[in-house]
């Protein structure tokens, strides 16, 4: 029954990263300014602007009312919050420094929020270009051609092979349209619910991570995820074995999932952390590992591994402004191309009429 309500509330209820941040935020300044816990919550309740965060909050309030540990709540919510969220509070009431572990796990959101707010930059224009690109096609295709078409339907003239390409297609878009369009949500559809199978999931990271350049910035957002999460849960007490566990269970690629796992086995043996990682250089590169087998020697892992966030963090951001780079020439290159065969297509026959008329 728990887990269906995980599924359920992973698909269905959703809080912002930005939101989370800030109930962390206010929930560590507020313990930590000597304020009971149950009263924080009633005060966040009151300040949410989100109807989740408001019921999630309603339910929090009941249940450490009637004397639950706050972490405990949160596990019913899993599917909102994740282990790594939990598991930081849980180890925060244990060891009675809550409010500190609070502004841990406010530090990892906000570093995740700006990276995304990064990647979003880098990657808005590029977006619009496309946009732009897909919306010049469709009112060519629906709204110009429909009415040029007649006029080339009456030329008595040998058509040049872009104009008869250009009628080909639109007349398959015109009659066909609305096959195309259903076929096309059929499609995204049956992505998304492929993607949810755990196998298929595999195979398409795995795939990702194979892929030119796409790769390399798939391997570094999953060692800038790795080791800002595992640093975290290194701080605030969690043990290396059950750290491991829970990053394993945060990483956006199923592939590393699968990796940090055999991690675990691996520290669990009596290995040391840095030894597993050494020898799957494809998953793990050389500088990442050597980093972290110097931290395991020097008593130092937590902070080499904020070292490494941090550095593969500058390495994400550049390699998204490249990315951005990239595309950008070549989506003016599309839009171009597109718009230039288009009004070849166009102004070609209608001048060849009217020379064939001087000519008469």
Do not use: C
């Not at 949410?48 to 009941?62: D, H, Y």
């Not at 990483?251 to 520290?267: A, D, G, H």
């Not at 490249?322 to 070609?348: C, K, Q, R």
């Amino acid at each position: 029954m728990n887990k269906f309500k995980h599924q359920f509330q992973e698909i269905f209820w959703h809080i912002s990263l930005s939101d989370r941040m800030l109930f962390v935020k206010h929930l560590s300044i507020m313990i930590r300014s000597g304020m009971p816990i149950l009263d924080s919550l009633w005060l966040l309740r009151r300040q949410a602007k989100s109807k989740t965060l408001q019921k999630i909050i309603s339910e929090l309030i009941v249940d450490v009312d009637n004397g639950q540990f706050l972490s405990v709540s949160l596990e019913k919510h899993k599917g909102v919050f994740g282990n790594f969220f939990i598991n930081i509070i849980r180890v925060g009431e244990a060891s009675g420094t809550l409010a500190d572990n609070l502004n841990y796990l406010h530090e990892e959101i906000r570093k995740s929020y700006e990276l995304r707010k990064k990647v979003k930059a880098a990657m808005t224009y590029p977006i619009i270009l496309l946009v732009a690109v897909f919306g010049i096609s469709t009112l060519l295709m629906f709204s110009i051609f429909p009415k040029i078409l007649p006029i080339f339907a009456t030329f008595k003239m040998k058509l040049p092979i872009s104009t008869r390409i250009l009628i080909v297609v639109a007349n398959f878009s015109i009659h066909n349209g609305v096959y195309m369009f259903v076929g096309f949500i059929v499609f995204i559809a049956a992505i998304i619910i492929l993607l949810r199978i755990n196998v298929i999931k595999i195979l398409y990271h795995r795939l990702l991570l194979s892929t030119p350049f796409i790769g390399n910035i798939s391997l570094h957002v999953n060692m800038t995820a790795f080791a800002r999460t595992m640093s975290s849960l290194l701080r605030s007490g969690i043990k290396i074995v059950d750290a491991l566990l829970i990053v394993a269970d945060t990483m956006p690629n199923f592939v590393y999932r699968r990796q940090l796992k055999n991690v675990s086995e691996s520290v669990k043996r009596g290995e040391p952390m840095s030894k597993y990682m050494l020898v799957n250089e494809k998953f793990f590169p050389p500088t990442f590992s050597q980093m972290v087998e110097v931290g395991e020697n020097t008593g130092h892992l937590d902070e080499n591994l904020v070292y490494l966030a941090e550095f593969y963090e500058a390495e994400v951001d550049e390699m998204f402004k490249n990315l951005s780079t990239i595309l950008e020439p070549l989506l003016l290159l599309v839009m171009g191309i597109i718009v230039g065969f288009v009004a070849l297509a166009i102004i070609t026959p209608i001048y060849g009429l009217t020379q064939s008329l001087k000519i008469k």
